[in-house]
């Protein structure tokens, strides 16, 4: 048995932690007591959780842990999943996104969401973006639809690399484009809240590299959740951070704290290597 | 927790093991299963692709005959006395025609004759004539050289499928004979085959000693009969010519003496018989034509160039006939048509949307399981069952019009809705998660990610299942049988939904079962056009199946 604690500074580097601030904003989202079934098969406890607005959460955990599900509960993404059920409150700027009158589809539109693997729509590129913002009737005209999707790929840092081809399809472009092209159509909407379940993990160091930059540059706009299986992105990315093992929320503060000085046990194992 | 020592000696040491003669053996064995697989597969493939073989081979051999057509060229002189301008319809065409055939051969003269050698010309040719001359009014006046169909026996014989003579005697009746020959009593003499044999003159049969009443016709067979093992055998009778009693009375009533006698006689044949035992074969003309006059003047034709082979356009734009010279598919091919157009338009959308109900909407318990089930056994049901329903809901309970294409196309729909069904479902399963999930995250419905999403992938594997569907529903015969819809349509003009109508398997079907020689290559034909709307069909589906793969 190997009892000697390895500093995590080592293993993320010191550099990483140093800027950090440790998230002093309003909370946009509130969970209270929210538990998740699968069937009967219960996958989250009671998570109790805020999220500050302009700035990142992360969601960290070994697999299985019950993250992305609690990440989908948040634009009630779960809903779509045969037998899953959501008890308890999660208040969106105070709003309840379980109230029966509570139209999912608006929900949807101000809670965008990335996903694990780039999945633009068969489409062209201006398509996949322009299709959020004409479900949604943004745009009054076409002039106005361009302009949408000019700024959103603009602020997706994509722009420069597309303009010359996008009226072609947006599968043809690489991974990281993509899952860029992915983020410029969650934010075409104009959301409050953009979810990101593991954006980066089907891509390589340096496409994962731009969409962290990216969205350290979207925080000021946005309140961002994001669920990460690397503890370095987490550091890197996230001003907060959320620890969850087995379905239970274990321990939440700000990064540099988990990342130093976590309180319990559990969450230093898991940021240390000992399981996970 | 295991116990080392323990398990050691139940593990045989590596290097005896791999290297032994047992271990060399199972590896042998191993080699020799998977290349005794591998020839059950080939020989299975092997089979399936030679029965293939054998199968088109088949078709080609007998149905190519059907795709060209023997025709006369014939020049017609148009009487304008005979055609009125205004109505070139109404002329007598047959004569017209007939005339102008008859001037090919002003030798004949005889009206029977006559008679006989118009059956060379198809009985259709007339309505060739008369098409021809609505068509061109201007050449009225005028002598124009018209191809025109001859009659089937002829088409057939210059295509070669029928002989001019045939057999006159069946095989048993030959074997018959040949146990004569065998007892070597067959006697040829002066050009006439004989049986020598003896005759008992037997008193019974000469009633009070009247040597003219006499049944010498009893003694002959009483003596004839002998020769067979078999009992009385009007084959064997037939043998013996008509006059072969007589012989026997010629030599009884020469010499009375002879009753109560035995006597040698010889017997003649009859005809077919006597041509048998002196040159050993019997034929006669093939009854399918008048006589050896026919060949005369169709060689006749042949030599001066008049006939020739052209394609058979009358295959596809002539309806069906009882001339099969002049049958054709069109009534067939646009009968399929509208029935596979109704079907289509029902079953699309229905399976369609049953199928996005099924994978999309609906919640999963018994009941949506017990739908499931049962859609998947429709699949299974006989197609003639389909029929009986179309028979007892559509024509009795609904009053729908018999041999109509929409009741056929109704009751084909119903065997494509499963196969659409399932065919729908799978592609909707097919559709990668994700662009579900892409399309919810941005905020769009249920019915938004169906319609502009989901569907929209989905489309090539609807439609490859759609294609097999309806190319099944193109070959099925069953329940178009129940339904009527192989009524006999000789004319085009009157296609309708509701109007009778034929579809080309039912249109096989009944040119199969008809005795003219002509049907028979028509039907290898019509098949073989079947095969190739089938093969059309699947190869559609095929590049739809790879256009999809080639999106992901």
Not at chain 1, 119 to 141: M, T, V
Not at chain 1, 177 to 205: F, T, Y
Not at chain 1, 219 to 230: M, R, W
Not at chain 2, 379 to 390: D, E, T
Request: hydrophobic share 45%; net charge neutral.
């Amino acid at each position: 048995m190997n009892d000697q604690t390895r500093p995590f500074e080592m293993a993320i580097g010191n550099s990483a932690l140093a800027g950090m601030d440790s998230g002093n904003h309003p909370i946009k989202v509130t969970s209270r007591k929210v538990s998740v079934f699968y069937g009967n098969k219960q996958a989250l406890f009671d998570i109790n959780l805020d999220i500050p607005d302009h700035a990142v959460m992360s969601l960290i955990g070994p697999s299985g842990c019950g993250k992305s599900t609690f990440l989908r509960c948040l634009n009630r993404m779960n809903d779509t999943i045969p037998g899953c059920r959501v008890t308890g409150q999660i208040l969106v700027d105070g709003e309840d996104i379980h109230r029966p009158d509570l139209d999912v589809v608006e929900l949807r539109g101000r809670v965008g969401m990335v996903f694990q693997k780039p999945n633009p729509f068969p489409k062209s590129i201006f398509d996949n973006i322009a299709y959020g913002p004409r479900i949604h009737g943004l745009a009054a005209s076409k002039t106005d639809l361009e302009e949408i999707v000019i700024t959103s790929l603009e602020k997706a840092g994509l722009l420069q690399e597309v303009k010359e081809r996008i009226n072609e399809p947006g599968t043809g472009l690489s991974g990281g484009q993509q899952q860029r092209l992915c983020i410029a159509r969650a934010i075409a909407v104009n959301p409050e809240l953009i979810l990101m379940d593991e954006p980066c993990s089907a891509l390589d160091p340096i496409a994962t590299a731009k969409v962290e930059e990216l969205i350290d540059e979207l925080k000021s706009n946005y309140c961002i959740v994001i669920v990460t299986h690397s503890m370095q992105q987490a550091a890197r990315v996230s001003q907060r951070t959320a620890f969850f093992h087995l379905g239970e929320l274990v321990e939440e503060g700000p990064t540099a704290e988990i990342f130093t000085n976590p309180k319990e046990k559990r969450t230093q194992d898991y940021i240390t290597g000992r399981f996970g | 927790m295991t116990d080392v020592s323990a398990q050691t000696p139940t593990v045989p040491p590596r290097s005896n093991y791999w290297g032994s003669a047992k271990a060399k053996r199972r590896i042998k064995r191993r080699y020799a299963a998977d290349r005794r697989l591998q020839i059950y597969g080939i020989s299975a493939i092997g089979l399936a692709v030679m029965l293939l073989g054998v199968l088109f081979a088949t078709l080609l051999f007998s149905g190519y005959v059907a795709f060209y057509t023997t025709k006369v060229d014939l020049s017609v002189y148009l009487d304008p006395k005979l055609i009125d301008k205004a109505k070139p319809e109404k002329a007598n065409y047959r004569k017209i025609t007939r005339d102008a055939f008859f001037a090919l051969f002003p030798e004949v003269t005889d009206r029977k004759e006559r008679r006989q050698l118009s059956k060379i010309l198809s009985s259709g040719a007339t309505y060739v004539v008369r098409d021809f001359v609505v068509e061109h009014p201007d050449d009225i006046g005028s002598l124009v050289s018209i191809q025109l169909p001859v009659s089937d026996p002829f088409d057939q014989l210059n295509k070669g499928v029928i002989p001019r003579e045939i057999d006159a005697l069946s095989s048993g009746r030959i074997a018959l004979f040949n146990v004569l020959k065998q007892r070597g009593v067959l006697h040829v003499e002066n050009d006439k085959a004989y049986v020598k044999t003896d005759v008992y003159v037997n008193p019974l049969d000469v009633p009070e000693g009247n040597l003219e009443q006499a049944d010498y016709d009893r003694m002959v067979n009483e003596a004839f009969r002998s020769f067979f093992m078999t009992a009385r055998n009007p084959a064997y009778e037939e043998i013996l010519s008509e006059d072969a009693a007589a012989a026997v009375k010629a030599r009884v009533l020469a010499d009375p003496s002879l009753v109560g006698k035995t006597i040698e006689v010889k017997l003649p044949l009859s005809e077919h018989y006597d041509s048998l035992a002196r040159t050993g074969r019997a034929t006669i003309v093939n009854p399918r034509f008048g006589s050896h006059k026919d060949f005369e003047w169709f060689d006749d034709l042949k030599k001066r160039g008049l006939i020739s082979t052209p394609f058979s356009w009358e295959l596809f734009v002539n309806a069906d006939s009882r001339f099969p010279e002049l049958a054709g598919l069109a009534g067939a091919l646009s009968g399929s048509f509208l029935a596979l157009l109704v079907c289509f338009l029902l079953s699309f959308p229905v399976g369609i949307a049953t199928a996005l109900y099924l994978e999309e909407f609906a919640p999963k318990n018994k009941w949506t399981d017990l739908i499931e089930v049962n859609i998947n056994n429709l699949a299974a049901v006989p197609s003639v069952v389909f029929g009986l329903l179309g028979l007892a809901v559509f024509l009795n309970a609904f009053g729908l019009p018999r041999s109509a294409p929409l009741v056929g196309g109704m009751v084909l729909s119903l065997m494509t809705l499963p196969t659409i069904i399932v065919a729908t479902r799978a592609a909707l399963k097919a559709v990668p998660p994700s662009i579900r999930e892409a399309a919810y995250g941005v905020g769009a419905s249920k019915h938004q990610v169906m319609m502009h999403h989901v569907l929209p992938l989905a489309m090539p594997g609807i439609l490859t299942g759609t294609i097999i569907g309806l190319a099944q529903a193109l070959g099925e015969t069953a329940p178009l049988l129940l339904i009527g819809m192989n009524a006999f349509i000789p004319s085009i003009e009157n296609m309708g939904l509701l109007e009778p109508a034929m579809a080309l398997p039912t249109q096989i079907f009944s040119w199969s079962d008809s005795p003219e020689r002509g049907f028979v290559s028509r039907t290898s034909a019509a098949i073989l056009i079947l095969l190739a709307f089938l093969v059309t069909m699947n190869a559609i589906a095929v590049y739809l199946r790879q256009k999809i793969e080639r999106k992901w």
